[in-house]
């Protein structure tokens, strides 16, 4: 008896589809149950595409940007939004001195004068560059990847590493730059048997939680976050 049009292969599984597959999704499903925030999100920054979130982001970088656990840049990140600067002119009004102390009681202290010194310039920066708007530089770089790299590492402070923190976070508000993974993602997801590729890793979770997975991948790269753990935890599902 010939069979109904379209009935075979009704229950085939989706083009691309291998168990292999399927493994690596439940891996990133099972880091990002873990994982539920971004850096930026820990540092309470409501991130959106508006100068007062972005120049956050770009304060935050700056402190994750030296050598120094990313808890404590964190914790001071925290301690300069809640002293009130948000915002370049805010950050440019504040002493050097009430940053020096704002970063202290962070205990961002190893680095806290030269870092309050590159804060207050960069806010001037923002300002006198991209008139406090890092939309602007954002329209200026066309959403290119590597003109955005060149553009943040203008600021004091931020270097190749700055340039991959800030476009790794900030991928989930501007959508061109996905998927976007600098090498301690890469670096993660190698440790959590993942495609160590953007495109690959972008295969595993919906656009919207790239970004993310990719802060979560870092987390395990760094050590903050167990692959093991992980990877069991997958395996249990």
């Given at each position: 008896?010939p ?17 292999v597959?399927a ?8 880091l990002l ?8 999100e820990?540092a309470g ?13 770009l304060?935050?970088t ?6 120094i656990?990313?808890?404590v840049?964190?914790?001071?990140a ?12 805010a950050?440019?009004?504040a002493s050097?001195?009430?940053r020096?102390?704002a ?7 190893r ?5 309050a010194?590159m804060?207050?310039t ?24 590597s ?16 340039a991959?923190?800030?476009l790794?976070e900030?991928q ?13 993602t ?19 979770v919906g656009?919207g ?6 802060s979560?991948?870092?987390?395990v790269?760094?050590?903050?976050e167990?692959?093991g753990?992980v ?7």
């Amino acid at each position: 008896m010939p069979r109904a049009p379209g009935r075979a292969g009704a229950n085939r599984p989706p083009v691309g589809y291998t168990p292999v597959m399927a493994e690596k999704r439940e891996v990133a499903r099972a880091l990002l149950d873990r994982q539920r925030q971004t850096y930026a999100e820990e540092a309470g920054i409501r991130l959106a595409d508006r100068p007062g979130p972005l120049y956050q982001l770009l304060v935050l970088t700056t402190l994750l940007s030296t050598r120094i656990r990313a808890g404590v840049a964190l914790a001071a990140a925290r301690e300069l939004f809640a002293a009130g600067y948000r915002t370049p002119p805010a950050m440019e009004a504040a002493s050097w001195q009430d940053r020096v102390d704002a970063l202290g009681r962070g205990h961002y202290r190893r680095y806290d004068e030269r870092t309050a010194t590159m804060l207050g310039t960069g806010a001037r920066l923002c300002l006198d560059r991209w008139r406090g708007d890092l939309r602007r530089l954002h329209r200026e770089a066309n959403g290119d990847p590597s003109v955005l790299r060149r553009l943040l590492i203008e600021f004091p402070g931020i270097g190749p590493t700055g340039a991959d923190i800030f476009l790794r976070e900030v991928q989930t508000v501007w959508p061109d730059v996905r998927p976007y993974a600098d090498r301690r993602t890469l670096a993660g997801a190698e440790r959590l048997g993942l495609p160590a590729n953007p495109r690959g890793l972008s295969g595993l979770v919906g656009e919207g939680d790239f970004g993310r997975l990719a802060s979560a991948l870092v987390r395990v790269a760094l050590g903050q976050e167990n692959a093991g753990e992980v990877s069991r935890m997958a395996a249990a599902r």
